[in-house]
Nanobody
Framework: QVQLVESGGGLVQAGGSLRLSCAVSGSHFGIDDMGWYRQTPGAQRELVATISSSGTANYADSVKGRFTISRVNANNTVYLQMNSLKPEDTAVYYC??????????????WGQGTQVTVSS
């Protein structure tokens, strides 16, 4: 199994920026897609952005043009650069990694979540 440790959350005013980081550690035989999800108490967890091992990124329509996902494979780290933040972006953000475990089985790893709060 792997562990995902997130950092970078916090409080920011509308229009500001934050950069989230997620470092993956532990035993694995390769990380496929990585992504960021977010969740508020009144909604289900939603996908924010994903990035493949080759660097192909996909975004939710709500963040397209404002957020940028990237990864550094050598460091097993994924980032989420969040610009032009809106109050609607307030949520707990979770890092996700789909990785190959023992016998190359596909598994999911999740971070503990980091709070992002955007004030008006």
């Amino acid at each position: 199994q792997v562990q995902l440790v997130e950092s970078g959350g916090g409080l920011v005013q509308a229009g500001g920026s934050l950069r989230l980081s997620c470092a993956v550690s532990g035993s694995h035989f390769g990380i496929d897609d990585m992504g960021w999800y977010r969740q508020t108490p009144g909604a289900q967890r939603e996908l924010v952005a994903t990035i493949s091992s080759s660097g192909t990124a996909n975004y939710a329509d709500s963040v397209k043009g404002r957020f940028t996902i990237s990864r550094v494979n050598a460091n097993n780290t994924v980032y989420l650069q969040m610009n032009s933040l809106k109050p609607e972006d307030t949520a707990v953000y979770y890092c996700n990694a789909r990785y190959r475990g023992r016998f190359y089985l596909l598994r999911d790893g999740w971070g503990q979540g980091t709070q992002v709060t955007v004030s008006s």
